[in-house]
């Protein structure tokens, strides 16, 4: 069932296009408006809510990290973010007036379950977001946003983290859009951003070649770090994931903005660093942060929009991505680090779809 292809993860890296593409098109009518056929957000209800949190574990983590950047962007409503294992621990003020936000592919991760419990018993609405229908995550939510990503099979979590990615871009514009703070305009725009991400994804998959020429000169390192600023922060922490899972090579991530308050004292000559430089707000202070660990003597993988060549003076080598808004960059900059991760796992002869010390459901505390 790998259709032809050598693992499960390639496979479901592949079917992101498609993944993407079902999420959105059930959730939008002829008109581009979002559909939530039964999901329970009246405009009195959002008006009712102060907070957002959104609680998760690892990869569905991080794409709360930008469902928490695209939400208060264009709700304009707090949105506070944790990992499960912390938020369950911690008594955080949730209270009736919270919408709380729960990301699990599988719907089965203990600590996600306990977290969503302790916000219920807390008086918060429950809104998941989760492949797995009939799963535990969605039988005790709320209400049920699900990915349309299909079964993933391999451990490490691809498809379904662009598809959270989605569901959190469509319930930040419903929010936005029915409270009245985005306009019309807005709304259409990045509608039709997401609508054109399927066939962009299909531009960086026909980039696999190159990629894989690029895993062929990283793949005998020992650490990495990834660096980025904005919606790229949250992407570098994903790449990191990714690579450190099925590769077991020491992946850093951090805030580009971060580096100079600590981390700049591991950069040294040939330590690689992988940066994202896809948001053309912040392109100009990435440069300058690829310029100070280049001047440390680091080896950079640079990642940007096509447009953005400049950054080919200060990398070694660059990863480009199709033109798109900045706030939807992360559905297609995760993909070339996937592909990344993948091959340099390969090349390494790692059990990529089953990493050492790694289960897809983590049903333990
Ligand atoms: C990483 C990965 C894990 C999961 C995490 C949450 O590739 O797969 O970090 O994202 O264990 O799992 P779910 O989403 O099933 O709650």
């Not at 007036?97 to 609405?125: P, V, W, Y």
């Not at 319930?171 to 019309?184: C, N, P």
């Not at 609508?195 to 062929?216: G, H, S, T, Y």
Request: with cysteine; glycine share 6%.
């Amino acid at each position: 069932e790998k259709e032809g292809y050598d693992h499960f993860m390639l496979k479901e890296i592949h079917e992101q296009p498609k993944g993407i593409y079902e999420t959105l098109n059930r959730r939008l009518d002829d008109n581009g408006m979002i559909k939530l056929d039964g999901i329970s957000l009246t405009k009195e209800e959002l008006d009712r809510f102060n907070k957002v949190y959104i609680v998760a574990c690892g990869t569905a983590y991080h794409a709360g990290l930008v469902g928490k950047f695209v939400i208060e962007k264009l709700a304009k409503i707090p949105v506070e973010i944790d990992v499960a294992s912390e938020f369950r621990y911690r008594d955080p003020f949730v209270d009736d007036k919270t919408l709380f936000i729960a990301i699990s592919q599988s719907g089965e991760t203990l600590d996600t379950l306990a977290a969503l419990r302790e916000a219920k018993n807390k008086g918060a609405r429950i809104l998941s977001i989760v492949n797995v229908v009939g799963s535990s995550v969605a039988r005790e939510s709320d209400d049920v946003f699900y990915t349309w990503a299909g079964p993933e099979i391999a451990v490490a979590s691809t498809k379904a983290y662009t598809t959270q990615l989605v569901c959190l871009y469509l319930i930040a514009l419903y929010m936005g859009y029915t409270k009245g703070v985005v306009e019309d305009a807005t709304y259409h725009k990045y509608i039709e951003e997401l609508k054109a991400v399927p066939d962009k994804l299909r531009e960086v998959l026909a980039q696999e070649e190159q990629i894989r020429n690029i895993a062929k000169e990283l793949y005998k390192r020992e650490q990495v770090f990834f660096i980025g600023r904005g919606l790229d922060s949250g992407v570098s922490y994903e790449g990191s994931l990714k690579l450190k899972e099925i590769s077991y090579i020491n992946s850093f991530a951090i805030a580009a903005g971060e580096l100079k308050h600590g981390t700049i004292a591991l950069i040294e000559q040939d330590t690689l660093v992988i940066a994202l430089a896809t948001q053309d707000r912040l392109f100009e202070k990435m440069l300058s942060n690829i310029q100070e660990v280049k001047a440390r003597g680091a080896y950079v993988i640079g990642l940007a929009k096509e447009n953005n060549r400049e950054i080919e003076k200060q990398s070694n080598r660059v990863i480009y991505i199709p033109e798109c808004m900045d706030e939807i960059t992360p559905l297609l900059s995760v993909v070339p680090l996937q592909i990344l991760a993948y091959d340099i796992a390969k090349l390494r002869g790692c059990d990529i779809d089953k990493p050492k010390n790694l289960a897809k459901s983590v049903t333990v505390e």
